[in-house]
């Protein structure tokens, strides 16, 4: 199960800092990912983060703005955001991977579960 939080409302140039806490069977999760949907637009990746080894991998949109880390004592993956925009808006989704692996976990479908999103508002 994967718990999102810390979502909000900000305005252009602030920072938001997302976490997602895993819970239950967490020894098969490969990649841990976050993942955003704007109202009429499909889901789309944000940045994911290998769960063993920590590697970071980021959509252009976000690069340098956003980063992914995690706490495997916590079993919690965090999104700091950085410089929002308000093309940033959408709701927030952290997903997990026990099939995929790394830089090219990027699609929707690689990803087996789920949090319940969290909402991100950028006021301009």
């Known amino acids: 199960q994967l718990q999102a939080s810390g979502g909000g409302l900000v305005p252009a140039g602030g920072s938001l800092r997302l976490s997602c806490a895993a819970s239950?069977?967490?020894?098969?999760?490969?990649?841990m990912g976050w993942f955003r949907q704007a109202p009429g637009k499909e889901r789309e990746f944000v940045a994911g983060?290998?769960?063993?080894?920590?590697?970071?991998y980021y959509a252009d949109a976000v690069k340098g703005r956003f980063t992914i880390s995690r706490d495997n004592a916590k079993n919690t993956v965090y999104l700091q955001m950085n410089s929002l925009k308000p093309e940033d808006t959408a709701v927030y989704y952290c997903a997990a991977s026990t099939t995929c692996v790394g830089y090219g976990c990027r699609i929707s479908y690689q990803y087996d579960r789920w949090g319940q999103g969290t909402q991100v508002t950028v006021s301009s």
């Open positions: 983060i290998t769960w063993s080894g920590g590697s970071t």
């Open positions: 239950g069977h967490t020894f098969n999760i490969y990649t």
